[in-house]
């Protein structure tokens, strides 16, 4: 599966961004999909995540309610709407896909996606 993130971008504190992950694949459906990021000097970190059907997802504590995963499995898509952000979001954010039940932990996934840059102004 080769993935492509893109919809980063400049944002001021307290507004929005809507993050889009392509699939190349048509077994796009049948994958578990995650969100992560990474800070400059910070370790990858998990940010949410969705599955195969879109029925459950899972978040990092620092997003609940801010930020919402969601998949178009039609359109080999996955989204992540980020809402109230903060500078502290400000990272390159990273989409993977993986055969696994919603894992947390990056080397759970097997595909990734080159990143697109998150930056929140203060």
């Known amino acids: 599966v080769q993935l492509q993130a893109s919809g980063g971008g400049l944002v001021q504190a307290g507004g929005s961004l809507r993050l889009s992950c392509a699939a190349s694949r048509r077994t796009f459906s049948s994958y578990d999909m995650g969100w992560f990021r990474q800070a400059p000097g910070k370790e990858r970190e998990f940010v949410a995540a969705?599955?195969?059907?879109?029925?459950?997802?899972g978040y990092a504590d620092s997003v609940k309610g801010r930020f919402t995963i969601s998949r178009d499995n039609a359109k080999n898509r996955v989204y992540l709407q980020m809402n109230s952000l903060k500078p502290e979001d400000t990272a390159v954010y990273y989409c993977?896909?993986?055969?696994?039940?919603?894992?947390?932990?990056?080397?759970?996934?097997?595909?990734w996606g080159q990143g697109t840059l998150v930056t929140v102004s203060s």
């Open positions: 969705i599955r195969w059907s879109g029925g459950s997802t």
């Open positions: 993977a896909a993986t055969n696994r039940r919603l894992p947390t932990s990056w080397d759970l996934y097997d595909y």
